[in-house]
């Protein structure tokens, strides 16, 4: 995944639990790399380990970070980084949501080596759609969960999710129900 993505970990880390608890996650994970580059792309296992060692150092589950890195990457990265892209995808939960099965598409115009997730939204409703999501990346699922609780945030509007379906030999992707007021 690109530099952003470790960076935006090293950020949430530092930010709740100091620059100490970051060398040792680091130390941990067995990644030597000083700083990240955003515009760089870095192999996945990379992402994975700082995840697995900030879950055993914290005594958190990997599942539990990654839906607080989600929460994050919406309310710190995503807003301070790429406000405008953000802005211009939607103005309330439900445009933008409606936006994202093409959120990425725009992303890959700056970022080319891109390999992005895939969404699509059926059941639409004026407060509840389910969520489509296809991945060629495995256990992100909490963190998609995060990434709705965030966007509850940003647009002030409380969120509930629900797994639906489960990516598996029988189905190809992920389902999750998403609620609003
Ligand atoms: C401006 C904001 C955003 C940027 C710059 C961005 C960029 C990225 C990048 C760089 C990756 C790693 C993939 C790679 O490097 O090949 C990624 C992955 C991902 N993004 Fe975004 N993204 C943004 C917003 C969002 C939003 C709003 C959502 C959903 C609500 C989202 C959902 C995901 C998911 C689930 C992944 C994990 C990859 C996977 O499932 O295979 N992203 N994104």
Redesign the pocket.
């Known amino acids: ?2 530099g ?2 470790n960076k935006a970990i090293e950020e949430m880390l530092v930010m709740h639990h100091g620059e100490d608890l970051w060398e040792k996650v680091k130390a941990k994970a067995g990644v030597a790399v000083e700083v990240f580059i955003s515009n760089e ?2 192999p ?1 296992e990379l ?1 994975y380990a700082l995840v697995a060692a900030a879950s055993e150092i914290l005594n958190e589950s990997p599942e539990k970070i990654l839906h607080a890195f ?1 929460e994050h ?2 309310t710190h ?2 807003q301070a ?2 406000g405008g ?2 802005r211009a ?1 939607g103005r309330s939960i439900d445009e ?2 409606s936006n ?1 099965p093409n ?2 598409a ?2 890959s115009m ?2 080319p ?5 895939h ?1 699509e939204c059926t059941d639409i409703t004026p407060n509840s759609l389910s969520l489509h ?5 495995a256990g ?1 699922q909490p ?2 969960i995060g ?2 609780s ?2 509850g945030q940003m647009f002030k509007t409380p969120v509930k999710v629900k797994q639906l379906q489960f990516k598996n030999q029988d189905c190809s992707h992920d389902v999750f129900s998403v609620t609003w007021n």
Not at 113 to 117: A, C, D, I, M, V
Not at 133 to 137: A, C, L
Request: hydrophobic residues 55%; glycine residues 6%.
């Open positions: 995944m690109y952003m993505v792309a870095y996945d992402t989600g990457w919406i990265t995503a980084g790429y892209l953000m995808a933008f949501l994202l959120f990425h725009r992303v700056i970022y080596k891109l390999k992005p997730p969404f999501y296809y991945s060629e990346r992100l963190f998609v990434l709705m965030g966007l």
